[in-house]
T-cell receptor
Framework: GAVVSQHPSWVICKSGTSVKIECRSLDFQATTMFWYRQFPKQSLMLMATSNEGSKATYEQGVEKDKFLINHASLTLSTLTVTSAHPEDSSFYIC???????????FGPGTRLTVL | GENVEQHPSTLSVQEGDSAVIKCTYSDSASNYFPWYKQELGKRPQLIIDIRSNVGEKKDQRIAVTLNKTAKHFSLHITETQPEDSAVYFCAAALTGNQFYFGTGTSLTVIP
């Protein structure tokens, strides 16, 4: 199959701290990974497209200095929420594209709660 | 960019009845249309997809139809079961590019 994992699954942090979320493709190489944010009972909002070895492409309205993305290898992309505030509390989901196919495989998501 | 609209936002059906969810898209270049099922707190799971060179696709109780001229596509679930209850998202994409998701439909199947 095509398995994508995320770590941590849930994190609670104090306001002002930074949180790193990892997204890994376990059994395939992913040149492209995507980061989404999902508020309760709402749709997935694309935050950025992460390409291995290059800078991420951010969607309009997403602060690149706030949400740092690193895609250092073909199996790992990280999202760092810097100086987190309560309004950053959300469900963050990554997905990975296998080869040049259409399908994206989603990670299980990370629930971030900022106190 | 692409804009995907999805209706209805909530849908309740009796067990055994059919459920239909509709989506429209704006970018005629989009050529891939997946449907995802998401249970509370879990990852979206692909349930069926269709490409622009096909008008209909069926997988057991689930079918998807695509009308490229009208730029709309629909998900059909027949003989619904309580375990079909979840939030369903449609998406539109151009091959190799990002997905644009619909706003979701919360489906409740009443036993």
């Amino acid at each position: 199959g095509a398995v994508v994992s995320q770590h941590p699954s849930w994190v609670i942090c104090k306001s002002g701290t930074s949180v790193k979320i990892e997204c890994r493709s376990l059994d395939f190489q992913a040149t492209t990974m995507f980061w989404y944010r999902q508020f309760p009972k709402q749709s997935l909002m694309l935050m950025a497209t992460s390409n291995e070895g290059s800078k991420a492409t951010y969607e309009q309205g997403v602060e690149k200095d706030k949400f740092l993305i690193n895609h250092a290898s073909l199996t790992l992309s990280t999202l760092t929420v810097t100086s987190a505030h309560p309004e950053d509390s959300s469900f963050y989901i990554c997905s990975a594209e296998r080869g040049s196919g259409d399908e994206q495989f989603f990670g299980p998501g990370t629930r971030l709660t900022v106190l | 960019g692409e804009n995907v609209e999805q209706h209805p936002s909530t849908l309740s059906v009796q067990e055994g009845d059919s459920a239909v969810i509709k989506c429209t898209y704006s970018d005629s270049a989009s050529n891939y249309f997946p449907w995802y099922k998401q249970e509370l707190g879990k990852r979206p799971q692909l349930i069926i997809d269709i490409r622009s060179n096909v008008g209909e696709k069926k997988d057991q109780r689930i079918a998807v139809t695509l009308n490229k001229t009208a730029k709309h596509f629909s998900l059909h679930i027949t003989e619904t079961q309580p375990e079909d209850s979840a939030v369903y998202f449609c998406a539109a994409a151009l091959t190799g590019n990002q997905f644009y998701f619909g706003t979701g439909t919360s489906l409740t199947v009443i036993p």
